[in-house]
């Protein structure tokens, strides 16, 4: 019971019955007039009839306090009268208090059987009458306060069920929610360690001590915060590997990765790919929609061939950086972002800075930390490493247990200059297990593609147009490069001409001598005698200047 229930309580203990209403029943008006004096000098009103039909009829109007009713009445007697009353809702709870000439035990307990609380004798004196009258209307008032009390802490009680109900409900549905918002949260750090797992540090294939440096950069940059970073190097060394790798491994790894290519974004829809527009901006905007800054909020922007962004968006790019807010294009209202942004370009860039094609200040605060990957030329020692990982990854899409490839073919590798660098070996590398026959790869299923740009073939420093190369130091250049030709294959001596045959046709066909003649048939002879056995050897040393074969192989 709470404290307001028990005042109700104490109130009606406590409560004056003056004012109460109380109906008489008696067939005799004399005695009604007796008890009417009685009781209206205490403050009682005092309603009164002669019959137990009359009386049913106020009573239901009325609803007195209390009732003192004769038993002995024409019509329907007292106990008649009662046994309706208490079967009737309105007024069943109304004390009832009879009236009786004697004192006879039957009476007074048919009247109790019939629902009367008390019997009074008609000769009683008033001190008791008023005494009874008083105790039973406040029993009445008790019992009607103790009854509301009740009805109170029933409903009180449903109340708190349902509240408990409700509350167990809540909590079932916020352990759900939290239960789901784990899994969802383990599922995303699952798909995160995934995601870190194939786009991390160990994604980088290679032990040149190059690589090592740059994972090593890759460690610093993933917790160095919202630092820009440029990404420098040719298509197909692993620029976007080196992003992800550095997103991956930071801190806003369970945040978006968006990668976007500013070669493939049409011009007149950079901006809105970039910022977003609002409705209406322009003509078929029919609806808002993000921009991939604001896709990305909390995450990472790859911007790969940042090189090829129109010059005319550039400015907007730099004040993001700068500010770390945008507006959208159409739109009136800035919007706050907090992007961590990584480009990549190839090393021409500074010529596109000097030709006025790509903003300066934009280079400097994208490269506040560049990051530069060198071509797969220049780190053949992975090579080997790489064509494992690969033959491991395709074998297992192509349901192959142990691919191999022949020690032919890796020095044949070994020895190609790769122009689309890693990415190209990796398609040589299907394209061979493919061809194969799910066999071991040997050289004639390696698929090398020769182009005539003299840069994708040598070294520039060992040639030098249209001039004899005669220095001892030109001489020891050229003749380190044959040396790590022939060397590739120690164990395949007719693979030394071919490799030969074709330097010495690059250089044929961009004009170049390697050295004079006499120095240059010396180098031969030293570095790979089996050249004068090939025709295409005999070929392409004759090609030079009009040499003679004879003269130079007899």
Not at 218 to 240: D, N
Request: with cysteine; proline share 5%.
């Amino acid at each position: 019971m709470n404290p307001s229930q028990t005042d109700q309580t104490q109130v009606a203990l406590n409560a004056d019955s003056t004012g109460a209403t109380i109906l008489i029943v008696d067939d005799i008006p004399a005695n009604l007039n007796l008890l009417r004096e009685a009781l209206e000098p205490q403050g009682y009103k005092i309603l009164g009839t002669t019959s137990g039909e009359r009386a049913l009829q106020i009573a239901h109007r009325t609803t007195p306090d209390l009732i003192l009713l004769d038993i002995v009445m024409p019509g329907i007697d007292g106990f008649e009268t009662c046994r309706r009353l208490k079967a009737e809702p309105k007024t069943a709870d109304i004390p009832v208090i009879f009236i009786t000439v004697k004192d006879e035990v039957e009476n007074i307990v048919t009247g109790f059987q019939v629902g009367g609380v008390d019997y009074l004798t008609k000769s009683a004196q008033k001190e008791e009458l008023l005494a009874r009258v008083k105790t039973h209307l406040k029993i009445s008032q008790l019992t009607k306060s103790l009854l509301e009390t009740s009805i109170q802490l029933a409903q009180t009680n449903r109340e708190l069920k349902q509240e408990m109900n409700q509350r167990k409900q809540e909590q079932e549905a916020r352990e759900q929610a939290e239960d789901a918002l784990l899994k969802a949260d383990e599922r995303l750090s699952l798909i995160s360690q995934q995601e870190a797992s194939r786009w991390g540090i160990e994604g980088f294939i290679g032990k040149s001590r190059t690589i090592a440096a740059i994972l090593d950069e890759v460690r610093k940059l993933q917790s160095a915060g919202a630092t820009s970073v440029l990404i420098l190097g040719e298509s197909g060394t692993g620029k976007e590997l080196i992003a992800r790798a550095i997103h991956f491994g930071s801190a806003r790894a369970k945040s978006p990765f968006i990668p976007v290519n500013c070669s493939t974004i049409p011009k007149e829809l950079a901006e809105s790919t970039l910022f977003g527009h609002v409705r209406g901006a322009f003509t078929g905007a029919n609806q808002s929609r993000k921009g991939h800054f604001e896709l990305a909020s909390g995450g990472t922007l790859f911007l790969d061939e940042i090189g090829d962004l129109p010059f005319e968006l550039q400015p907007k790019l730099l004040r993001v950086l700068e500010e770390g807010c945008f507006t959208p294009l159409g739109g009136t209202t800035k919007k706050q972002v907090d992007v961590r942004i990584l480009a990549a370009t190839n090393p021409d860039l500074p010529k596109k800075i000097a030709a006025g094609k790509f903003r300066e200040d934009l280079y400097f605060r994208l490269a506040r930390f560049p990051v530069t990957v060198p071509p797969l030329r220049e780190r053949r020692e992975d090579i080997p490493l790489l064509v494992e990982h690969f033959l491991r990854t395709f074998g297992a899409e192509m349901g192959i247990e142990h691919p191999k490839i022949s020690v032919e073919a890796l020095e044949s590798s070994k020895a190609y200059h790769f122009p689309g660098n890693v990415r190209e070996l990796k398609n040589i590398i299907e394209h061979a297990l493919i061809l194969s026959g799910r066999e071991q790869i040997l050289p004639q299923h390696l698929h090398f593609v020769h182009f005539t740009s003299v840069e994708q073939r040598v070294d520039e420093n060992l040639l030098v147009p249209h001039q004899v190369i005669q220095s001892q130091e030109d001489l020891k250049s050229v003749q380190k490069f044959i040396s790590e030709c022939c060397e590739i294959a120690p164990n395949l001596e007719v693979r030394k001409p071919e490799i030969l045959a074709q330097y010495l046709d690059f250089c044929h066909a961009f004009g170049y001598r390697p050295v004079s003649r006499n120095k240059f048939y010396e180098l031969v002879l030293e570095l790979c005698p089996q050249v004068v056995a090939t025709q295409l050897g005999k070929e392409r040393l004759a090609g030079f200047k009009g040499l003679s074969v004879t003269k130079l192989f007899s």
